[in-house]
């Protein structure tokens, strides 16, 4: 069978050659953007493992850290203080002498004294102290680990510096006074140096105009 060229069923006419061209290029940039789809998933999913990682890898230096300042030494501990060797001879002499502790609940500020202080009442006042400094800096991470930029310098292999890292600069009045007096003087010497480049360039071109 003659199939004749100008027939629009023909499928070797150059008009189907270029829809099908057409549909090769459409068909092909709808598989790179879902190529570039794919990409863009992989790597959000990426970024938020790392910065998940990161998180916790921080949170868990700074437990370990926390711990290890916060041990409690085995001599800063004393089941029985030597106040309490101290008063107890006090304390017999009173008792044989018919002296009474007053049991009522809040007693005179006299009578408290005169009580020996529970042998716990130490490591109390230890541990109320090393669980606000915690507290402190458990705050402090808090606030430090939600800044952007600690991350994004963390992933740029950059150094994160905080306020605490910067020292305060003091600056003398004298200094200030003489690197403006500096900086004036050296745009006084520019100024009269450009005038002269200016002069001399004017001069040589009156020159050349009158040897024309």
Known sequence: MNILPHKSWNPYSQKNKDKVEKDEKEHQIKLDIENQKQINAQSESRYR???NDLKKRKFEDFIEGTDDQNVVKPEQFTIFPQEL???SSELQSKSSA???YNTKLGGTEAEEKGKPKPWDSNSIKDSS?????KKLKTDKWLKHKEDPMILVNKVLGKPNYTNTDLKPVIIQPNSIVKSQKKSIEQLRQERLERELKERKRVEHMT???KHK
């Open 207 to 209: 020159k050349d105009l």
């Open 129 to 133: 102290k090393t669980t606000s400094k």
């Open 49 to 51: 493992q790392l910065k």
């Open 85 to 87: 060797y101290g008063k």
């Open 98 to 100: 018919g002296y009474q």
